[in-house]
């Protein structure tokens, strides 16, 4: 099996190889190049095939515990519950060498959806953009070939098995016990299968420049890839928030760790991106923008692989060092944006496009300060990430930077960003009179200050006391809040997004009332139709717009969750009756039982009764499991949700007669949950090919 996995990884190596060398010998021959850039297709179909092969070999592997192979060995799961099967599955992409692999499996599936869709066509563009993924495919080919960090084929040292079994310190081998979780077993194919369909935008935008296409045929052989692999690696991000919040055991959904980082600067850069398709399309502008949005979100992509296997940054997601990752995905960042500089800069007049704005009030003036906004700031996200590894005398340099600097950074950017969300919908192009403004916000803003309203009495009445009594606490927690320097600035951020959220929710609902009304008067048709056409014959727009409501509602929730949460950490004596007191909560101490599983893991389960204001809102039985064959212990927190607000419950261990706890009040934490959900909603509405685009 060993040796099938490595001729797997060979086929696709040499097929993407031959690939880009057929696509290139069959351009050069101008017309009598059909036969070569046909071989082109084929060859693609190999890499996929090669790719493939290593994928099933490597699943077989898991389900039939081949330990002669050292990925299954060492990232195999013990877990014995109605998931394990799963979890054998998620093996695949458990570790470095499994999640390269399934990254490269998704990026040739890619290559061959297009290269299938491109067979009976004459379209160039197809061509070169496959000739530029295979190149991107054979790269990260060669980094699992040629290094044994990276090769998910490589034999376990015979001292380690016996019979077929694993012995000695191999015994205690197998899945990190922390990956043994649903939302793991879903949000790394997720991610991955964003972060590959990224490069297709990127190999179209390189292709446009090579065949010296200026018109807006690439986007529209691209732009459905492109908002269906930006859906995928939002999910995958969302999807790791929810496992950081369940599992990891601190209360939080988002660290500002690299890796996390790294994950989320492809999807800010891929806003400014899709924004960029949006006025190519509709305005022919903003071409120079597109292409190069393109290269820098495929570039931060590969920024994520580049931190998780370089060893340069620490982060507790990331690899051993690998200097072949280093550099060739180094190699992969740098040559993708100065190939697109470069590209553009041979094609200047080619590629020109009014991106001028006659004023500040027109619709390109938003989406201008969108792309700025979006790109800038991913760009510094991304410097001060990999701060640490850089020089001293560079700013900070050789500094690991803590979360307090990145929000520094992006509250003040989120508030801005609101303006620009809130304004863009009630724009006109060109310039927008103060009438016509007027006309359109009145009643939006009437509605909006009745929802600010709703919120300030909830800051009011729940979340202000919060900084109050934190900050009088002392220690750790109280410096998370101090970091800002002025009570007054730290209130001030969360008002002013909850009054721009309120606007930006109540302002794009506005549009679908006005659309629906406009319907009826021009049609004559009910509601019902009106709405119908709206959100599904208009769906682009309309998920375009849901996505804005999303992102107001998740702000809301990101105010409440991030700012201020109430955090108690404390030890009980083990004793039934014991009260953890907090605030308008008291958790009663009701035991600790202990069970064991079949495969000797231990889970310590503590009980509580959950009370507000003397009133009962629930049990909750947070626990702590040991797995005994890794020799490593997980938390089990609980979460008790009530409409406006989580109670997060985590049993940390006993020591003598002390139960130690930790709780939380996330208040506002559904919001972020539901925008998240809306805006996968309004994503895949708009990514919905309509009629008329499949038959294209």
């Known amino acids: 099996m060993l040796l099938l996995g490595q001729i797997g990884l060979g086929l696709a190596l040499v097929a993407s190889v031959t690939s880009v060398i057929a696509f290139l010998w069959g351009r ?115 980094a699992m070939i040629f290094s044994e960090s990276n090769n998910p084929f490589i034999a376990t040292a015979a001292e380690y098995l016996s019979n077929g079994q694993l012995v000695g310190m191999a015994s205690s081998w197998g899945m990190n016990p922390l990956l043994q979780h649903w939302a793991m077993i879903l949000h790394p194919p997720t991610l991955f299968l964003g972060y590959a369909g990224l490069t297709v935008p990127f190999a179209y935008a390189m292709a446009t ?39 990891l055991g601190w209360g939080g959904y988002w660290a500002w760790d690299p890796v996390e980082n790294a994950s989320i600067l492809p999807w800010f850069v891929g806003v400014a991106m899709i924004h960029s398709f949006t006025m190519y399309r509709r305005r022919d502008g903003f071409k120079r923008w597109a292409i190069m949005t393109s290269a820098i979100s495929f570039a931060m992509v590969v920024l994520g692989t ?8 620490q982060s507790v997601h990331a690899f051993e060092k690998d200097n072949l990752s280093l550099w060739l995905f180094l190699a992969i960042i740098f040559g993708s944006i100065i190939v697109a500089v470069v590209g553009l800069a041979i ?40 701060s640490s590894a850089l020089p001293k005398w560079l700013p900070f340099g050789g500094q690991s930077l803590g979360a307090t600097a990145y929000e520094l950074l992006a509250r003040p950017v989120g508030l801005l960003y609101l303006v620009v969300l809130a304004a863009c919908p009630v724009l006109s192009w060109a310039k927008t009179s103060g009438g016509d403004f007027w006309k359109r916000i009145k009643w939006p803003l009437v509605a909006a200050l009745v929802m600010f309203a709703a919120l300030m009495t909830e ?20 410096k998370t809040f101090l970091n ?42 009910s509601i019902g139709s009106a709405l119908y056409a709206v959100f599904f014959k208009a769906r682009t727009q309309a ?54 599983k079949d495969n000797g893991d231990v889970e310590a389960i503590a009980s509580f009764d959950v ?55 996330n208040p506002l934490i559904w919001f972020v949950w539901i925008g998240f959900a809306l805006l996968l909603t309004a994503t895949a509405l708009a990514t919905w090919p309509k009629k008329k685009a499949l038959s294209a």
């Open 347 to 386: 094609r200047w007049k080619e590629f020109s496009s009014d991106d001028d704005f006659e004023s500040l009030t027109g619709r390109e003036a938003a989406y201008y300060f969108n792309n700025v906004l979006m790109t800038v700031a991913s760009v510094i996200i991304a410097y001060m990430t990999v």
């Open 459 to 478: 800051w009011v009445l729940n979340l202000r006391p919060v900084y109050a009594d934190m900050v009088a606490a002392g220690g750790e927690g109280a």
């Open 28 to 142: 050069s021959m101008g017309k009598h190049g059909s036969g070569m850039t046909r071989a082109g297709y084929y060859l693609t179909f190999g890499a996929v095939a090669g790719l493939s092969l290593a994928i099933l070999l490597l699943i077989v592997g898991f389900f039939t515990k081949d330990y002669s192979i050292q990925y299954v060995a060492t990232n195999h799961s013990t877990d014995t519950s109605s998931l394990a099967w799963l979890y054998q599955l998620s093996g695949l992409w458990a570790g470095r060498e499994g999640s390269l692999l399934l990254w490269a499996w998704f990026m040739s599936i890619f290559a061959g959806i297009i290269a299938w869709r491109g067979m009976g066509s004459d379209e160039e563009l197809n061509g070169m953009a496959l000739m530029v993924l295979n190149v991107v495919l054979s790269l990260f080919t060669v």
């Open 209 to 247: 420049l090579i065949c010296n296409d200026p018109s807006d045929k690439w986007i529209k052989l691209c732009d459905r890839m492109t908002i269906f692999s930006w859906l995928f690696l939002g999910a995958g991000i969302g999807l790791g928030a929810i496992w950081a919040y369940v599992v």
């Open 306 to 313: 580049f931190i998780t296997r370089s060893g340069i940054v």
């Open 611 to 665: 009370s507000r204001n003397g009133k009962h809102v629930g049990t909750v039985h947070p626990s702590m499991t040991t797995f005994a064959i890794q020799g490593q212990s997980r938390l089990n927190a609980v979460v008790l949700s009530e409409p406006l607000r989580d109670i997060f419950v985590v049993f940390q261990g006993k020591t003598g007669d002390q139960i130690s706890m930790d709780v939380k009040i």
């Open 484 to 525: 800002w320097g002025p009570s007054a600035i730290y209130h001030g951020i969360a008002i002013l997004g909850f009054l721009l959220a309120s606007f930006v929710i109540c302002n794009t609902a506005a549009l679908f009332v006005r659309g629906v009304k406009a319907r009826r008067e021009a049609t004559g048709e």
């Open 543 to 596: 998920g375009g717009y849901l996505s804005h409501i999303a992102i107001g509602i998740m702000v809301i929730g990101l105010i409440g969750s991030a700012m201020y949460v109430r955090d108690l950490s404390t030890n009980i004596i083990d004793k039934s009756g014991s009260t953890i007191v907090m605030k308008d909560y008291t958790l009663t101490y009701k035991g600790l039982s202990e069970d064991t």
